[in-house]
């Protein structure tokens, strides 16, 4: 009896197992408003589709891709407002680990190395005319999150935000970024197990 009951632990204790595929995607929602002397509202969408392999037990090696569009719009004290747009594609490579803590659900935690080239426009404020620019860019992402398992195919996975460091390059500025994105980033998706043979 307590054989029988260690391997059912151990059974449910697993996510995925070593050699598992996971294909998948996510939707990506951004936001940020600051009110004062300058009012700033900024947000964010995208689509991050991903394939991972299972390392080990529980822990997925992957990569994903990154495409997304951000608006900006910033307005002082006598209304002048500008307003920039970017458009942003890029590839990363992630590592996961999951943790099933009751049933179904669990927590994991992400590892994110990004690197993406972006297109922006800007206009409004003190230009006369509309301003466009490029640049490229890349970042370290912590995001931490939780799971469901529907099944023993399909994983749902969300998370609110993470910490991140970055280093972006738009013309002749280069821009470094440490910062935590808690309840002002969500991102909601869905993975495919397919087991190993």
């Not at 697993?14 to 947000?43: A, C, E, H, I, W």
């Not at 037990?57 to 407002?81: C, F, H, P």
């Not at 399909?154 to 998370?159: C, P, Q, R, V, Y």
């Not at 994105?181 to 043979?197: D, E, M, R, W």
Request: proline fraction near 3%; include cysteine.
């Amino acid at each position: 009896m307590t054989a029988l009951a260690v391997f059912s632990c151990s059974v449910q204790s697993q996510v995925v197992n070593k050699g598992d595929r996971l294909f998948g995607g996510s939707f990506m929602l951004t936001f940020f408003n600051s009110n004062g002397p300058v009012y700033n509202g900024t947000g964010n969408v995208g689509l991050l589709p991903s394939f991972g392999r299972a390392v080990r037990k529980n822990t997925v090696l992957g990569v994903k891709g990154n495409i997304s569009y951000s608006r900006s719009k910033t307005e002082n004290v006598t209304a002048d407002e500008s307003i920039a747009t970017s458009f942003t594609v890029g590839p990363g490579i992630f590592l996961r680990k999951y943790r099933l803590l009751k049933n179904r659900f669990g927590v994991y935690l992400n590892h994110e190395l990004n690197g993406y080239y972006t297109f922006q426009k800007q206009k409004g404020g003190l230009m006369s005319v509309p301003v466009t620019s490029k640049g490229w860019g890349g970042s370290y992402n912590f995001n931490p999150g939780v799971f469901y398992k529907f099944s023993e195919r399909f994983l749902g996975e969300a998370n609110i935000g993470g910490l991140s460091m970055s280093y972006s390059r738009s013309g002749p500025t280069d821009n470094f970024g440490i910062g935590a994105t808690f309840l002002q980033y969500f991102n909601v998706g869905i993975s495919y197990v397919i087991a190993k043979n």
